[in-house]
C-alpha cells in the first residue's frame, strides 16, 4: 500500500526506541527524517535495501548505538547527519568507518562519533575517504574513551587523525574529545575555505597552528582546553616585518570558555622586557607591559564579537579594536584592563596594526559589553567609557568590588539596556545631583537585581524620561520607592520581586499614566498592604491595566 512512498517523517518520537525492519520495504523511499528521536537505539539492518534512498536525517539521535553493515552500498545517499562507530570492534551488525567509502554523494553536514585509538578504528579511516567528500561543508569529529585496551595503545592518535582528512572545499570543522591527540592534524591549515572551526573539551590538546593563514576563517571557538597555555607556539605575527601578513583577515567571532589554563595568545621574545622564568626565555606580554609593547601586538580587523569566559588565567591577546557587536568578559580581569588600556592610549599611540589612523576611537562602535566576576573591578574609568559612544546594553554581574558607576556613566547617551546584578559593594545613592543619569538620554530597559546596599532608588533615575521597563528583584534592604517616580512618565512596565523591606508604592505612581503592567512578586509586608487596600481601589495602582501581585 505504501510501496510508493518517497518522504517519511518520524522526528520527535521520544519513545521510538527501534525501527521495525519492514521500513525496508518501502524501496521507493528518498527521504527518511529521525532527528530529535532521542532514545533511538538502532536502524534497520537492511537499509541496504532503500537504494533510493537521498537523505537520513538522524540528528540529535544521542543514543544511537552504531550503524547498520551495507550502509555504503545507499550511493545515492546526500545526507548522513551522522555515524556512530559501534562501541565493540567485533560486532557483526554494525557497519565501520569503511561504509563511508562510496558515499562520495553526501553534502551538508556530518558528525562522526565514537571515534577512539585503536587498530580496528585506524584500519578504517582512511578507507573513510573523506578527502574525496567535496559536497560536505561541515564536519564533527567526536572522540571517546570506550574501546581502548591495552593492545590499542601502539597506534598513534595523530596518524589516526591524518587519515581523517576532510576535502579542501570544507567550511565547518569542529573536534570534541577526552582522548584525541596532543597536536591537531598537519592538513588543517590546508582547508583555505575554512569558516568556523571550534576545539571542544580535548584536554590534552597544548596548542594549535597558526591559524590566522586560513584567510576565510570567521568563527573561533575553544572550550574546556585544560591542556593549553598558549593558543600557538608560532609567531604568526612580526612587527618587523615590512608588508606583515594581514592577521585573521576574515575573522568575526572568538569564543574562549572554560580554558583554566589559558595564558596568552603566544610565548613572544621581546629585547626591552624582562624575560620571565621559564627556561627558553619567553615573555607573556600582559597589561603591566607598557602601552608600547601592546601596540606591537597585531590586531584583528574583523573582529566583531569576542566571548571570553572562565579564562582567569588569559592576561592578553592581540588587540580587537574594530569590535562592533558584542564583548563578554567573564572572570577576566587582566583582559579588561587591556582593553581600558587599548581604549584610552590608542589615540596617542596609532600604528598600521592596531588601530589604522589617528582619528579612529578603539569600541567606538560596540552595541553590547557584559561584565561578570571581574574580582577587582571598583569603578568604571571614565576615560574607558567616554570612547562607547554606540554603547546599547551593558550588564555587570557578580562584580564583587564595584562600588561605583557613576565616574563614566555619564558618557553612554546610546545606552539602551542596563542589567546590574549581584554586585554586594555597589552604591548606587551616591549621585546627589543627578546629572549621570541625566545622560543616560536613550535608557530604555533598567533592571536591578541582588544588591543589598541599594535603600533607595538613585535621585538621577528621575531624569531617565525615556525609561519604558523597570526591574527590581532581591535587593532586601530597598525600603520604598521615591515619590519622584511620577516623572518616569514613559515607563510601561515595573516589576518588583523579593524585596522583602518594601512597605509602600507612593502617591506618584498615579502620574504613570503610561504605566500598562506592574508586577510584585514575594514582597510579603507590601502586598499585605495591597490585599488590604486593593479591596477598596487601591488608588495608586488602580488605573493600571494589568496588575500581577503574588506571593
Request: overall charge negative.
Amino acid at each position: 500500500m505504501l510501496k510508493h512512498l518517497r518522504y517519511l517523517d518520524l522526528c520527535d518520537n521520544y519513545n521510538l526506541k527501534k525501527l521495525s525492519n519492514s521500513i525496508t520495504e518501502l524501496h521507493n523511499l528518498q527521504t527518511l527524517i529521525l532527528c530529535s528521536c532521542y532514545n533511538l537505539e538502532e536502524l534497520p539492518e537492511d537499509m541496504q535495501k532503500l537504494v533510493h534512498l537521498r537523505h537520513l536525517d538522524i540528528e540529535k539521535c544521542y543514543n544511537l548505538n552504531y550503524m547498520p553493515r551495507g550502509l555504503g552500498k545507499l550511493t545515492n545517499l546526500q545526507t548522513l547527519s551522522k555515524f556512530v562507530i559501534h562501541w565493540d570492534p567485533l560486532s557483526n551488525d554494525s557497519g565501520g568507518l569503511k561504509e563511508l567509502n562510496g558515499l562520495t554523494n553526501l553534502r551538508g553536514k556530518l558528525e562522526i562519533t565514537n571515534l577512539r585509538d585503536g587498530k580496528d578504528v585506524a584500519s578504517e579511516c582512511k578507507a573513510a575517504n573523506l578527502k574525496e567528500k567535496k559536497h560536505l561543508h561541515a564536519l564533527t569529529l567526536q572522540w571517546s574513551l570506550g574501546g581502548v585496551n591495552d593492545s590499542d595503545v601502539d597506534v598513534d592518535a595523530e596518524l589516526l587523525l591524518e587519515d581523517l582528512q576532510p576535502h579542501p572545499n570544507l567550511r565547518e570543522l569542529r573536534f570534541e574529545s577526552n582522548h584525541m591527540s596532543s597536536r591537531l592534524p598537519s592538513w588543517l591549515l590546508s582547508l583555505t575555505n575554512l569558516v568556523r572551526f571550534e576545539l571542544c573539551h580535548c584536554t590534552n590538546c597544548q596548542y594549535m597552528p597558526p591559524l590566522s593563514q586560513l584567510p576565510s576563517l570567521k568563527y573561533l571557538f575553544l572550550e574546556n582546553m585544560q591542556a593549553m597555555e598558549y593558543i600557538s607556539v608560532d609567531n604568526e605575527f612580526s612587527s618587523s616585518s615590512s608588508a606583515p601578513i594581514p592577521f585573521f583577515p576574515s575573522l568575526k567571532e572568538i569564543g574562549f570558555l572554560q580554558c583554566f589554563n589559558l595564558k596568552g595568545w603566544w610565548r613572544r621574545r621581546h629585547s626591552s622586557v624582562e624575560a620571565n622564568s621559564d627556561r627558553d626565555n619567553s615573555v607573556e606580554i600582559t597589561t603591566e607591559t607598557s602601552m608600547t609593547a601592546h601596540c606591537l601586538l597585531p590586531s584583528f580587523p574583523c573582529l566583531s564579537t569576542l566571548k571570553i569566559i572562565d579564562c582567569p588565567m588569559l592576561t592578553s591577546i592581540p588587540m580587537f579594536p574594530h569590535l562592533e557587536k558584542k564583548l563578554f568578559l567573564h572572570a577576566s580581569s587582566k583582559l579588561l584592563q587591556q582593553t581600558m588600556m587599548m581604549n584610552g592610549a590608542a589615540p596617542q599611540s596609532p600604528t598600521p596594526t592596531t588601530i589604522g589612523s589617528s582619528s579612529f576611537t578603539p569600541l567606538s562602535k560596540l552595541k553590547f559589553i557584559e561584565l561578570v566576576s571581574i574580582a577587582d573591578l571598583e569603578t568604571l574609568p571614565e576615560e574607558w567609557l567616554k570612547n562607547l559612544t554606540s554603547l546599547e546594553s551593558l550588564r555587570i554581574s557578580d562584580c564583587d568590588r564595584l562600588k561605583s558607576l557613576f565616574l563614566g556613566i555619564r558618557h553612554l547617551t546610546t545606552l539602551q539596556d542596563l542589567n546590574i546584578e549581584n554586585c554586594l559593594e555597589l552604591e548606587l545613592a551616591n549621585d546627589e545631583d543627578g546629572m549621570q543619569w541625566q545622560s543616560l538620554k536613550s535608557l530604555l530597559s533598567l533592571n536591578f537585581s541582588s544588591l543589598p546596599k541599594l535603600v533607595t532608588l538613585p535621585l538621577g533615575l528621575q531624569h531617565v524620561t525615556t525609561l519604558q521597563k523597570l526591574t527590581i528583584s532581591s535587593c532586601k534592604n530597598l525600603t520604598a520607592i521615591p515619590d519622584w517616580i511620577r516623572n518616569c512618565t514613559s515607563l510601561q512596565v515595573f516589576e518588583i520581586s523579593f524585596c522583602s523591606s518594601l512597605t509602600s508604592l507612593p502617591e506618584g505612581m498615579r502620574s504613570l499614566t503610561s504605566l500598562q503592567s506592574l508586577t510584585i512578586f514575594y514582597c510579603p509586608v507590601l502586598l499585605q498592604r495591597c490585599e488590604k487596600e486593593v479591596g477598596e481601589d487601591w488608588p495608586n495602582i488602580a488605573h493600571i491595566p494589568h496588575l500581577v501581585l503574588h506571593d
